[in-house]
């Protein structure tokens, strides 16, 4: 079975620059999610989809971030502009529904914001 | 607030010396709470999950852990640590939103490092 897949791995940009993340779920599953990780810190919710409907986005910075997740399969995730403090791992999970079923993690993407 | 906490921000432990790692959420129902994994550079990996039943819990790479009501508490446990072990450990639990939906809430971490 395939894991979730992120890309870019890495991606380096100057602070009020555009950057996006894209993020393929393992198939099958309803539920993605995009988490912001810190350094030193656990990762934190931005956004929640179920199938291509969002169900919480309530701690995602509306006003530079955005999210999408159009036929209910693969995700991007944008900033626009970027700040110094959006320096983070993105990680994406999927899992099969919300409440009692594992979430799977794909390897993240490190945004250093310069 | 629900929450889940992490005391410890960073352990040290030497090779085939045993481990806990302790978590404690705060939260009023049955909570569904998960021990996950992060080694350098890499995605969150779930060692054990607990939804319900047998409160002792095992996972993968011999990991263990027990759920207390009682004491809101969700500590893993390894009896005997090994170099490869050494990783960040995040305690996380579901829980019901403000906004309805369930979220998977994640502890700060708990790094952990191997003495050989």
């Known amino acids: 079975e395939a894991g979730v897949a992120q890309s870019p791995r890495y991606k380096i940009i100057e602070k009020r620059q555009s950057v996006a993340f894209w993020c393929n779920p393992i198939?099958?599953?309803?539920?993605l999610y995009w988490y912001q990780q810190i350094l030193g810190q656990g990762p934190k919710l931005l956004i929640q989809?179920?199938?291509?409907?969002?169900?919480?986005d309530s701690q995602l910075p509306k006003d530079r971030f955005s999210a999408e997740r159009l036929k209910g399969v693969d995700s991007t995730l944008k900033i626009q502009p970027a700040k110094l403090e959006d320096s983070a791992v993105y990680l994406c999970?999927?899992?099969?529904?919300?409440?009692?079923?594992?979430?799977?993690f794909g390897q993240g993407t490190r945004l250093t914001v310069v | 607030a629900q929450s889940v906490t992490q005391p410890d921000i960073h352990i040290t432990v030497s090779e085939g010396a045993s481990l806990e790692l302790r978590c404690n959420y705060s939260?009023?129902?049955?909570?569904?709470l998960f021990w996950y994994v992060q080694s350098p550079g890499q995605g969150l990996q779930l060692l054990l999950k607990?939804?319900?039943?047998?409160?002792l819990v095992q996972g993968i790479k011999g990991f263990e852990a027990e759920f207390k009501r009682s004491q809101s508490s969700f500590n893993l446990r390894k009896p005997s640590v090994h170099w490869s072990d050494a990783a960040e450990y995040f305690c996380?639990?579901?829980?019901?939103?403000?906004?309805?939906?369930?979220?998977?809430?994640f502890g700060k971490g708990t790094k952990l490092s191997v003495i050989p």
């Open positions: 996380a639990v579901v829980i019901l939103s403000g906004a309805g939906s369930y979220q998977l809430t």
């Open positions: 198939s099958g599953h309803a539920t």
């Open positions: 989809f179920q199938n291509n409907g969002v169900v919480d």
């Open positions: 939260y009023g129902a049955t909570p569904y």
């Open positions: 999970a999927s899992s099969y529904g919300q409440l009692n079923t594992e979430a799977f």
């Open positions: 607990y939804f319900s039943g047998d409160t």
